[in-house]
């Protein structure tokens, strides 16, 4: 199950993050986008950060998982699609095959909600990568 390796490196890059803060905020939420595409399961996902979290920094933190659907652009066409994972990935109107995929394969943090020393709500967009 990958989704145990992909939350342990989320883990990490979140501890670092929060080292890096001088007053060292209680995560809220954890925002995730998962793409369709990627073959990761959000439910392992959240399952594993549960079980992550006991006792950390995040023991207060939830897991939002954002699902993001398989779009492709077929050339031939000239149109976006929604290729089926898993079943049928050629363009519907024409056959092509999927050679432009234009979302479905991401994999980040979106977001993290926190509060501050004085328990204002924050939250720290990341930069896409």
């Not at 883990?11 to 595409?37: A, C, K, M, N, Y």
């Amino acid at each position: 199950m990958h989704e145990v390796d992909m939350t342990r490196s989320l883990v990490l890059t979140l501890r670092d993050w929060w080292e890096s803060q001088p007053d060292r905020p209680q995560i809220s939420r954890v925002h995730l986008r998962v793409g369709d595409f990627t073959c990761v399961e959000p439910a392992g996902l959240v399952f594993a950060f549960d079980a992550y979290r006991e006792g950390t920094f995040l023991a207060a933190a939830e897991l939002v998982v954002e699902s993001v659907p398989l779009v492709a652009f077929c050339h031939a066409c000239q149109a976006e699609y929604r290729p089926e994972v898993g079943l049928h990935y050629a363009c519907p109107t024409c056959g092509a095959p999927m050679e432009d995929i234009r979302s479905g394969r991401e994999l980040k943090i979106s977001h993290i909600e926190y509060q501050n020393v004085h328990r204002e709500t924050q939250t720290d967009r990341w930069a896409a990568a």
